[in-house]
Nanobody
Framework: VQLQASGGGLVLAGGSLRLSCAASSRIYSSHLMGWFRQAPGKEREWVAT????????YYAESVKGRFTISKEGAKNTVYLQMNSLRPEDTAVYYC???????????????WGPGTQVTVSS
């Protein structure tokens, strides 16, 4: 499967962006889809995960209450709605797939090229 993230861009602090991640093939109910981000010089950081079957979301503390992960099964697409953006949210955002819940990048596969999000103050 190939995953293509899109929707990044440049936004002022306090603004919003909606990221999309489209899968080239079906995502099954046993899968989980996650969003990660990586800022220059930093390790890849988990942002959010959603269980494909139930839609149950999980969030990193740093984004809880500001970001919302959602899915559209018919389109095999996962979204990340990002509100109240801060300069520290600046990073390349990636989506990936897992078969069990984890916040560790090593437990996810099928990484795409990512999409750049830049939040200016």
């Amino acid at each position: 499967v190939q995953l293509q993230a899109s929707g990044g861009g440049l936004v002022l602090a306090g603004g919003s962006l909606r990221l999309s991640c489209a899968a080239s093939s079906r995502i099954y109910s046993s899968h989980l889809m996650g969003w990660f981000r990586q800022a220059p010089g930093k390790e890849r950081e988990w942002v959010a995960t959603i269980r494909w079957g139930s839609g149950l979301p999980y969030y990193a503390e740093s984004v809880k209450g500001r970001f919302t992960i959602s899915k559209e099964g018919a389109k095999n697409t996962v979204y990340l709605q990002m509100n109240s953006l801060r300069p520290e949210d600046t990073a390349v955002y990636y989506c990936a797939r897992a078969t069990s819940y984890s916040t560790m990048p090593k437990d996810y596969g099928f990484w795409g090229p990512g999409t750049q999000v830049t939040v200016s103050s």
